[in-house]
């Protein structure tokens, strides 16, 4: 092989792993945007706030309420708190693989939680908190290990408090006060050791709690 036919081919090569690359990119990138227009299909945005911004002309990364990575421009976070927005909360956003971050508190959202969003392996800040949520909260949230604040308080959350939240081995803030839950809370919760703030306030729920469990309750 002459030292011309290697150059060619090396070049080849490049540019063939340059358009794989781009593609990837691309495809990545669009399949974030079929997730979030799925989303935005799904709900009712009486402020139009979505149904000007969130089109397909311009990069997600431009939407309001998205933020991107720097580097690879898949979306790590969504911030949707406010929006006045009303609807359920597709199972579609369980593909949004590279989240951080998930926030839509204060909305009208209602149904029950997707177990899809258990998919979310990187997910490290979850709020959901002033909804109308219900339903059981599913025991898919375990899977959440990353997870360092959950805040689901003022939903219409019912039935137990599952045991798999026990794998929550990062949780910091756990906030589900003023829900309908019932029944035991499992003891195995207390042993999450960075486990800071834990607010099960106006449930239902028996066990014995520390004391000051309540003392935190003005955290939303
Ligand atoms: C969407 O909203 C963002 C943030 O407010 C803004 O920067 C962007 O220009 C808007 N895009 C369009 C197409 O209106
Ligand atoms: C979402 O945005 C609001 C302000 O618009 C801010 O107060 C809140 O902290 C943000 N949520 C997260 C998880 O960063
Ligand atoms: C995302 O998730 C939904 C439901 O969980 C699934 O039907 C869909 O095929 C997935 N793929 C994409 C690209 O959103
Ligand atoms: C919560 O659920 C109860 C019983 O299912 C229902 O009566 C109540 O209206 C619900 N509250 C909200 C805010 O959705
Ligand atoms: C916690 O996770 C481990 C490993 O993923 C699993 O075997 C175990 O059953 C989980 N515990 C609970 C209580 O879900």
């Known amino acids: ?13 490049f540019i063939s792993c340059s358009i794989l690359c781009l593609a990837m990119t691309v495809r990545n990138l669009n399949s974030d945007q079929f997730v979030l227009l799925e989303f935005k299909d799904h709900i009712a945005d009486p402020q139009n706030v979505l149904a000007n911004n969130w089109t397909a002309s ?8 998205v933020s991107c990575g720097i580097l690879h421009k898949r979306v790590i976070a969504l911030n ?51 909804n109308r949520l219900n339903g059981e909260i599913s025991s898919c949230l375990g899977n959440l290990q990353r997870v360092r604040r959950l805040k689901m308080k003022n939903n219409n959350f019912t039935g137990t408090l599952p045991e798999t939240l026990v794998n929550m081995s990062n949780l ?21 050791s960075s486990l800071k703030i834990i607010d099960l306030c106006s449930n239902s729920l028996s066990g014995s709690l520390p004391n000051d469990m309540c003392r935190t309750s003005s955290q939303a």
């Open 58 to 65: 311009t990069s997600v990364c431009n939407w309001i309420g």
């Open 80 to 130: 949707l708190t406010s929006m006045n927005l009303r609807g359920t909360i597709p199972p579609h956003l369980g593909n949004l693989s590279f989240l951080l971050s998930l926030d839509l508190s204060s909305n009208h959202f209602y149904g029950h939680l997707p177990k899809e969003l258990g998919q979310l392996h990187r997910l490290r800040t979850f709020r959901l908190s002033y």
């Open 172 to 192: 910091e803030i756990l906030n589900l006060g003023f829900n309908q839950l019932s029944g035991q809370v499992p003891s195995s919760i207390f042993k999450i």
């Open 1 to 13: 092989m002459n030292y011309n036919t290697c150059f060619h081919l090396l070049l080849a090569l």
